[in-house]
Every structure is written in C-alpha cells, then in structure tokens.
C-alpha cells in the first residue's frame, strides 16, 4: 500500500492562479448585492423603556398599610411582556394611531419590497383574504420586539417602521397602552373591591345590632347592672361590706388591746395617767390635778416638818386616796372599752351575715355573667369587622373615584426618531458576501485540486513497524539522576578521611553510588569541610568505574554511618502537599540553624497560601512578650501566647518572657496539638540537642523529626547526634542542612 500525501504548495499555486477570476466574481456579487439593496426600503428603530415595580404613595397610603416590597418572581417581568404583546394593548395602539390607514400595515404595498411575498406569487400561492384588523395585527407583531433588558426590571419596546417619526409614535403608544391598561386593571380590582365591601357592611350592620340588643336584654332579665368603673352593683356590695368587717374587726381588737393594757397596768401597780384613754377622761384629769397639788404642797411641808408630822401624814393619805381613785376610774374607763368591743363584735357578726346573703346571691349571678360575657365578645368581634370593613370601603371608595391608584410599570424612557436606518446594514451584507464569495470559491479551487489528484502525491512503502515487546523503553543516557539512583544499592558504610587526606571524586556513571543528587551533595560538603579543616587536602576526580567503590583514605579514620541529607525544597514540597502537616527542628549546633530553615520554610508555605504556625521552642531569648515559657509557668494563658497576623494565616508563638520552660508542664505540647488542629503548617523549633533541649516535652507529637545541621557543623558528630536520637527513643530522625550550606 502506498503512502499519500497532500501537496500544500500545489494547492495554493492553484488558488494563486485563479486568483483574478475570485476577485472578479466577487467585485461582481457585491455589486449585484448593493444595487439590490438600494432598492430595499429603509427601516428606522425606536425603543421605548418600561420600569416593573411596585408603586405606592405615601400621602394617600392607609395609616397601617406598609409599603409594597419588590416581587422577586422571576415570572413578573415575563408576564408583562406577554400582556405587552397582547392582542387587547396592541388593537389599542392601532385605533389610537389609525394604523389601518397606513399603506405600510394595511397591506396596500407601502411595506416595500418582500421577497418571500415575491417567491410565493412566482409559485402561484395567494394568501387566503384576512380581515383589516389581522393584517394590521401581523404586520405590527412583525415590526415589534419586546424584551427584558439583561436581569434587570426594565423591559425594551422596541419599533421598526419606514417612517422614523412613526417608530418613535409607535413605541411610545404601546409603552403607555400597556401602562393605561394596568392602571385600569387596579382602578377595575378597587371598584370591585368596594362593591364587595359595601355589601358586606350592610349585612354586617344587622348583625351588630342584633348581638347588642341580646346583651341588652339579657342584663335587664338578670337584674346584671352595672355601676361606676364598669363593675356589677354585686360586687360593689360585697367590696363595701367587706371592707366595713375589717373596719369593725380592727375597732374591736384596738379596743380589746387597750382595756388589757390598763388592766395590766393597774395589777402590776404602775400609773396609769399616761394611757391616752386614761387621759382623755375628764374625772381622771380632775384628780390628777388635785394629786399634783397635794404633792407640791407635802414637798414644802416636808422641808420644814418630820415624817411623822401630821400635817405631813395627812397630806401622804390624801394623796393615797386619789391614787386609788384613779385606780377605780382607770378600771371603768377599761370596762367601757370591753363594751366598746363588744359592740364592734356584734356589728361584726352582722356583716358576716350580709356578706353571707351576697355570697348566695353572687353565686347566682356568676353563671349569668358568664352568659353575658359570650354575648358581648360576640357583639363585640362583629362590631371590630364592621368598623374595620367601613374603614377600607372609604379607603377603597375615595381610591375608585379620585383614580390615585398606581400602577406597578411606568414610562421611564419615551422614544424618540432614529436618524441612522437601523436595517438594511450595506456594510455588514457586503463584508459577509464577499468573505462566503471567496471562502467558497477557493473551497471549489481545493477540492477540484484533490479530486483531480492533482495536489496528491504518491509515497514509498512504509517500513514495517517494529514489535511493542521490542522496543526500548528508555535511553539509559537520557534518565534521571533520580531515576538511576533508585536502580542501584545504597552503601551504608563510607570511610571518612583523615584532615590531611586526598578524596577522589568519582564521575556520575550508570551504577555508580555518586549519581544519587543528595548522596552526592552530601558527600562533597563533607569533604569541603574536611578540606577547609586540612590546607594541605587534594580533592581531584576519581577515574570512570562501573561498579561501586569505596575510598580509601592516606590515613585510617572510623567509619560512621551518614544519613542522606533532605533538601529543604523537599521539605517545603511535602508541606505544600499535606504529606507533613507537623515538622519538628533539632538544631545539632545551633538554635539559628533551625531558624534559618524555619524562615525559608514559613515563607514558602505562607506563599502557597497555606496558614502556617512557627513555635520556638528553643530559642532561650526572653522578650517582651508573653511565649511558651510563660505559658509552662502559668504565667499567661493560651490566647495570651499566640500572635495571630491581620488575615490569621500565620501565627507565631515566641519564647516569652521567662528564662526555661518547666519541665513537667504540658501545655507546651498541648498547645503545639490545638495548633495542628487549626492551622495547615505547624514548625516547631525544640534548640540545639543536649541536656537543655525542650525536645523530650514534646516526646509523643506526631511530627516529623529533622536534625539541622550548620555550616561549621562536623557531619561525622551530626550523624553520631541522629543515632543517639534514634537511641532515645525516636522512631525516624532526617538529617538537614541549612540552604546556605545546600547552596555551597
């Protein structure tokens, strides 16, 4: 089978040779094109804006009527679309305007040229005889559009017509129609509404009386009459002789009380003179008089006589005399207070008996003023109707007849005559038949150029294609250093040479150990180190090999076991990716290595948008905020300790103010747990590994544990510190460097 192919060039030779006849046929239609469209007649467009809303004027709004809300149906817009388009709005337009007069609607052949009514006289076809109404009808529904303009409430009315002055009339008559139209929609619901409103009074009228009149006769059947403040003359008798039995009662118990209390007095041999009953007797007052006189008198007698005088003697039993009289009078002034009580007792009782009678008589008159206040709820709920009935009949009478009610759609933009024809556009129909001209002209030229075989050209056999099963599926040249490291074993064990050593450097060759990228960074800043620790060192590259090998060092050093350094943009990939969300940094020499770190890793994590949280742990370095260390002696709380930025995508917990953090707290480690919870990205640095490191309080996180290593750092104590990590405890410890040192 041969292999063909299209000749570009051909064709194009070809296209470029008929080129003149493409022009001169199309210079030929559009000509043909322009002068058909000389002949079509000039249609202007008007447009007219409606505003649908909900329309309410304050000065003629009822005193509780609220303001009408915007409707948010999405079918209220599309409704006065239709009733805009409607054959009633349209049919007023037309008596309005005498439409049926113009030659452009009635059919009479002002409408111009209609090359569809030309194609049907050609075929023979005549349009079945319509009335005049219907021709103006199609013809108008043909020249008008009527659309929502975007999401918004306002709808376009939009008119085509020969004349501009008659486009403008049009638009604007059936945007006011429309308006006309609901207006008397509204005044039509208003006028029903009174009439509906009227009769319902009417009859409610009747109701109303004739609920009151039964509550009338039924208080006169029931003698249930009422007296001042709304209240039944029964329970103003009973309010009136129960306050008179606690008068009574209160005179008698006062009475009572005083009568024993002379009486008491009087036993226990005191005076009684200063009783006010006692001294509002006159008798008493009397006497009391005459006791004073004789005591002055046996006073001036005593200063000149003895005791046993007689005069004074005589004196002593006059005043003796008038004490027990006042004693005798004191006692019938106690007895006509026990007939004072006495009295009020029996006034008492006899209002208990009139209360008694009232009680049987108001039990009576319960039952009928339950009756009674059903009759008035009743009177009363048919009396609210009606009032509140009277009250919108006038509203919705003097509505009807003033015609205030407004409409929900409004004129908000009158048209106005078009100056530019809005159709035919010559220029968009010349553009157009000249690009379908040429584009089809030159679709001819190509695929008479292809059937014509003229543009195809004829190939050799295609060679046989070569087996899936042996094909190569990679150059072992062009893989990754990435991709041959994981194909080959990892030696664990690597001879470190002594201060004055020479390390030979081998190429990065297919098998060999030195093309894994972060062995081999590993392995030259180690021996960068060594060399700048030994002056006289010689670093040069070791011959090309196949097979791994191991450098043997001048002198013999002791083998330690290096970890593979993890660079800190695979760091910053995992955190990218969620597959870190807690990174716990152990600095070998010093905390400002983990800070180092810590800073290049916030940043990028904070430029990924990630919200990230930084705990120093290790820094030892009071501020003058409060930090974890306050927060171990509980001298801050948990808010007081975290910094939040502005947006609260990064929060920073610093060392505070306090010079350790306790050791037998845990709110270091639960803070660090309700920061993971939060935050995306949570960096905690625990200070260089020792005795005063604070990475055994957090002994438990699941986190994941990197050891830094500094510049000036010895790799052989860095790898020897990673395993007394492991040794503690640590299930994984990786060992980092800071980007300085990765650079180097």
């Known amino acids: 089978m041969l292999d063909a192919r299209i000749d570009v060039a051909a064709m194009l030779g070809a296209v470029v040779q008929r080129l003149p006849r493409i022009i001169l046929l199309t210079l030929l239609l559009l000509a043909a094109t322009f002068v058909i469209l000389m002949f079509m007649p000039r249609m202007y467009e008007s447009s007219a804006s409606i505003l649908v809303e909900p329309r309410s004027n304050v000065y003629i709004r009822a005193a509780n009527e609220q303001a009408p809300a915007a409707s948010g149906e999405a079918g209220v817009v599309s409704s006065q679309i239709e009733l805009l388009k409607s054959r009633d709005t349209l049919l007023k337009v037309i008596d309005q305007l005498d439409l049926r007069s113009v030659p452009e609607f009635n059919g009479s052949g002002g409408g111009g040229f209609s090359p569809l009514g030309l194609v049907g006289q050609l075929l023979g076809r005549r349009s079945a005889p319509v009335s005049i109404d219907e021709t103006v009808l199609n013809n108008l529904y043909e020249r008008l559009t009527v659309a929502q303009e975007r999401d918004s409430r306002l709808i376009s009315v939009a008119v085509r017509s020969t004349d501009p002055q008659l486009a403008a009339n049009l638009a604007n008559a059936v945007a006011n129609a429309h308006v006309t139209r609901r207006a008397q929609l509204s005044l039509s619901d208003t006028a029903e509404a009174s009439g509906w409103l009227a009769e319902e009074i009417e009859r409610l009228r009747i109701t109303v009386t004739a609920a009151e009149t039964a509550v009338a006769d039924f208080k006169v059947n029931n003698?249930?009459?009422?007296?001042?403040?709304?209240?039944?003359?029964?329970?103003?008798?009973?309010?009136?002789?129960?306050?008179?039995?606690?008068?009574?009662?209160?005179?008698?118990?006062?009475?009572?009380?005083?009568?024993?209390?002379?009486?008491?007095?009087?036993?226990?041999?005191?005076?009684?003179?200063?009783?006010?009953?006692?001294?509002?007797?006159?008798?008493?007052?009397?006497?009391?008089?005459?006791?004073?006189?004789?005591?002055?008198?046996?006073?001036?007698?005593?200063?000149?006589?003895?005791?046993?005088h007689p005069i004074v003697q005589a004196l002593t039993a006059q005043i003796a005399e008038l004490n027990n009289q006042i004693s005798i009078e004191g006692r019938r002034v106690a007895d006509a207070l026990d007939a004072?009580?006495?009295?009020?007792?029996?006034?008492?009782?006899?209002?208990?008996?009139?209360?008694?009678?009232?009680?049987?008589?108001?039990?009576?008159?319960?039952?009928?003023i339950v009756t009674l206040d059903g009759l008035q709820r009743e009177a009363k709920a048919q009396r609210d109707l009606l009032e509140g009935y009277l009250q919108r009949y006038n509203e919705a009478f003097s509505r009807s007849e003033s015609s205030s009610t407004l409409p929900d759609v409004r004129v908000v933009s009158l048209a106005a005559p078009s100056v530019t024809p809005a159709s035919p556009n010559t220029q968009l129909f010349l553009i157009a038949v000249g690009l379908v001209s040429v584009l089809v002209q030159v679709g001819i030229i190509i695929f008479s150029e292809l059937v014509s075989g003229r543009a195809v050209i004829a190939g050799r056999d295609p060679e046989p294609a070569q087996d899936e099963l042996d094909e190569v599926p990679f150059v072992a040249e062009e893989l990754e250093p990435e991709e041959v490291w994981q194909k080959q074993p990892v030696p664990a064990v690597v001879a470190v040479a002594a201060p004055v050593a020479v390390v030979e450097e081998k190429p990065e060759t297919k098998g060999s150990v030195t093309a894994q990228p972060e062995f081999k960074r590993f392995l030259q800043a180690f021996t960068s180190n060594r060399a700048a620790a030994a002056p006289d060192a010689v670093v040069k590259p070791a011959p090309e090999i196949d097979e791994p090998e191991t450098v043997v060092p001048p002198a013999p050093a002791e083998s330690v076991h290096v970890p593979s350094l993890i660079r800190p943009s695979d760091l910053a990939s995992d955190l990218a990716l969620g597959r870190t969300r807690l990174l716990i940094l152990a600095a070998h020499g010093s905390n400002a290595d983990c800070e180092v770190l810590a800073e290049e890793l916030v940043g990028d994590a904070l430029s990924r948008g990630l919200s990230v949280a930084l705990v120093d742990a290790g820094s030892e370095r009071a501020g003058e905020e409060p930090g974890l260390a306050d927060l171990s002696t509980n001298a801050a709380s948990f808010g007081d300790v975290v910094h939040k930025s502005a947006d609260n995508s990064f929060a920073e917990v610093p060392w505070g103010r306090a010079g350790e953090i306790a050791r037998t707290s845990s709110k270091p480690m639960t803070l660090v747990e309700a920061l993971g919870d939060l935050y995306e990205v949570v960096v905690l640095m625990t200070g260089r590994v020792g005795a005063a490191s604070s990475l055994p309080l957090f002994d438990g996180l699941d986190g994941r544990l990197v050891l830094v290593a500094g510049k000036e750092d010895d790799l052989n104590a860095v790898a020897e510190t990673r395993k007394r990590l492991l040794g503690t405890g640590f299930e994984h410890c990786e060992v980092a460097a800071v980007p300085a040192r990765v650079a180097a």
């Open 223 to 308: 003698d249930l009459f009422t007296g001042a403040n709304n209240t039944s003359l029964l329970d103003q008798q009973l309010s009136a002789i129960s306050t008179q039995i606690s008068a009574a009662q209160e005179r008698k118990n006062a009475a009572l009380s005083r009568a024993a209390l002379i009486r008491g007095m009087l036993e226990r041999g005191q005076s009684i003179e200063g009783v006010a009953d006692v001294r509002d007797s006159v008798v008493i007052q009397q006497l009391s008089e005459e006791k004073a006189r004789l005591q002055g008198e046996k006073a001036q007698r005593s200063a000149t006589l003895l005791a046993n």
């Open 340 to 368: 004072e009580a006495q009295i009020e007792a029996d006034l008492e009782a006899s209002l208990q008996g009139d209360m008694a009678r009232a009680k049987v008589t108001a039990s009576t008159a319960t039952q009928d």
